[in-house]
């Protein structure tokens, strides 16, 4: 199955469309919900915090201030190399597929005191 499009209609999706709507994505032809498997999300995951540590790493050794801030910028540009490789490599990875339906609620057979367990004798 080719990369982002529905596996129902195999209408080419766009990629902004899937990375900025990931949880509520419709197939604009047949309107059938669809997700981004999980295997694309954790291979983008991966990647950006591959890129992080390489950043946080370079940045930790380029920077060589003792100030007492120091260590803020290694962070700040780990985070933003994270939030920038990971949405990218989903846009050229994600596998859409089906959304399922989320299973009901198991109904127990028996039934549960209208005060809800507590009895008057705690109060």
């Known amino acids: 199955m ?3 499009t529905c596996p129902y209609s195999l209408t080419k999706i ?3 469309t899937v990375v900025t709507r990931s ?3 419709v ?3 047949c309107g059938k919900p669809l997700e981004i498997s ?3 999300r954790n291979i983008a995951a991966i990647f ?3 890129a992080g540590a390489a950043v946080w790493f370079v940045a930790t050794d380029a ?3 003792h100030h007492a801030l120091g260590w803020v910028f290694p962070v700040v540009y780990a985070i933003l190399a994270y939030g920038i490789v990971a949405p990218v490599v989903l846009m050229l990875t994600a596998d ?3 959304k399922s339906e989320p299973h009901a609620a198991e109904i127990h057979a028996h039934a549960e005191p209208a005060s809800g367990g507590h009895t008057s004798g705690h109060h």
């Open 2 to 4: 080719a990369v982002l």
């Open 14 to 16: 766009p990629a902004v």
């Open 23 to 25: 949880y509520d994505l």
């Open 27 to 29: 197939c604009p032809s």
């Open 38 to 40: 999980r295997i694309s």
């Open 48 to 50: 950006g915090l591959i």
């Open 63 to 65: 920077s060589g201030s």
């Open 96 to 98: 859409l597929s089906l």
